[in-house]
């Protein structure tokens, strides 16, 4: 931005409620400058980074007409940044004010040149409500901002909770039907075990069954030859 003045003495002084930490506007004084140069200095407390930088909102050029003074200019400006950071969403109130005001700004600025002071007047106030409801749009998109994150993170937690807690549950399952296969293999080899000792007992009973039958046999037969040969 370049501008230049008659009078002998000049300055830009820009005025926020919160400055950011980017430079905007620098004062450089050329080597035409007329008058003295003076340091001022001032002390504020700075908002992050980028509090002012473009935010991909793309504004109309601003046409500054000489016959109608800078604050009206201001003025529009204002209220399309405000615009631009939502305040017709998140401050309506204050922001349809300053519409009304940029309103009433334009219908002195096409009224008689005596309007001047209220137009000026009527200018700076949009500037100054244009300004409140940015500030309140803003504080409110960062609230919502880290609500959501906040949010999200609580469901991100949860979503993790569920997944170990259905790990785990998984995890027991599987153990569980282990535990009950080896329970049905053990009592599967005592029940064979049981069948096989059964078995054997059975042979052995058959065995001995067999052996006495035999011997009994035997005996009947020592007994016939016997009387056969007494007789």
């Known amino acids: 931005m370049h501008r230049g003045r008659s009078s002998s003495r000049q300055g830009w002084l820009c005025l926020l409620r919160q400055p950011s930490n980017a430079v905007v506007l620098e004062n450089v004084a050329r080597d035409n400058t007329k008058g003295t140069t003076e340091a001022v200095n001032a002390k504020y407390e700075f908002m992050e980074r980028g509090g002012y930088l473009p935010t991909g909102y793309k504004f109309d050029p601003v046409v500054i007409k000489e016959k109608l003074p800078l604050e ?11 615009q631009s950071e939502g305040a017709s969403l998140y401050a309506s109130e204050s922001y349809q004010r300053a519409v009304q005001l940029m309103n009433t700004a334009d219908q002195y600025a096409v009224g008689r040149p005596g309007d001047e002071h209220a137009l000026i007047a009527a200018s700076r106030q949009t500037v100054q409500t244009a300004e409140d409801a940015r500030e309140i749009a803003v504080k409110k998109t960062d609230e919502a901002r880290l609500t959501t994150e906040r949010q999200d993170s609580v469901d991100a937690q ?74």
């Open 158 to 231: 949860t979503k993790l909770q569920a997944q170990a807690d259905n790990a785990t549950r998984q995890k027991e399952l599987a153990q569980a039907r282990a535990d009950d296969a080896i329970r049905q293999k053990a009592q599967a080899q005592v029940g064979a075990a049981g069948a096989q000792a059964t078995m054997i007992a059975n042979k052995q009973i058959s065995e001995a069954a067999i052996t006495a039958v035999q011997g009994q046999a035997e005996s009947d037969k020592a007994a016939l030859r016997s009387r056969l040969a007494g007789s």
């Open 72 to 82: 009206l200019f201001e003025a529009r400006n204002a209220v399309r940044i405000a």
